[in-house]
């Protein structure tokens, strides 16, 4: 599998032009880059198009999110490395990824 510079599989930043969009991300999900990191209050982090969070509810207090993470910040989510959120409630911090998410990666 390919990756692309934010370690994202189907990232529509990174696609070849005309190929964006094709991870398959329905119009709910309009105006969010795919390889944002969305985190939620839990510590947990997700991926737009997450079966877990509907996009509505995406807004702070309870996420935040980082729509240019740093390329390999996906992988490096742990408690030693977490990622502060950018966007939204900026206080979040994701220390793990959502599993349903890793597994398209």
């Known amino acids: 599998m390919d990756y692309c510079r934010h370690e994202l599989s189907n990232c529509a930043d990174c696609a ?14 309009e105006g969010w880059p795919p390889s944002t990191i969305i985190v939620h209050g839990s510590g947990k982090a997700h991926l737009p ?5 509907v996009p509505a509810d995406v807004r702070p207090p309870v996420y935040g999110w980082v729509t240019d993470p740093a390329p390999g910040a996906w992988r ?3 408690d030693s490395s977490p990622l502060r ?16 998410c890793d597994a398209t990666q």
């Not at 198009?49 to 969070?53: E, K, L, V």
């Not at 959120?85 to 349903?100: H, I, K, P, W, Y």
């Open 49 to 53: 198009g997450c079966m877990h969070i």
């Open 76 to 78: 490096r989510l742990s």
């Open 16 to 29: 070849p032009r005309g190929e964006a969009g094709r991870g398959g991300l329905g119009a709910e999900w």
């Open 85 to 100: 959120a950018t966007g939204g409630n900026t206080e979040r911090l994701a220390v793990s990824r959502c599993q349903s």
